[in-house]
């Protein structure tokens, strides 16, 4: 039975705790540019999109409505502004549903 990696073939990586943590490191700073540029790029993007898909972060929201976090989350809760979660943690409103509230 063959068992090695067709990629590495049979060959044994040796290195250092330093050389492994300095490569994570590395590695997650790559992924968190490429996430960087892809947000950027879609906040670019969703600036052409039709105002009923275009979706603006927690801040900018807060800023337009002259308002704090906690009084988005309140009226989340109360139901006067939805919120979406995208990912794990980033919040956006829809832009649309913001700009009824701020000339209803």
Do not use: C
């Amino acid at each position: 039975m063959n068992t090695e990696n067709k990629i590495l073939g049979s060959q044994l990586i040796v290195m250092t705790r330093s050389d492994l943590d300095t490569m994570v490191n590395e590695m997650a700073q790559n992924i968190v540019a490429a996430q960087t540029r892809n947000v950027q790029n879609d906040s670019e993007t969703g600036m052409d999109a039709p105002e009923d898909r275009r979706f603006i972060t927690r801040k900018e929201t807060a800023s337009l409505l002259h308002v704090n976090f906690t009084t988005l989350w309140r009226w989340n809760k109360l139901g006067y502004l939805r919120s979406r979660k995208v990912g794990g943690r980033r919040v956006v409103y829809k832009y649309s549903d913001v700009m009824a509230l701020l000339n209803g």
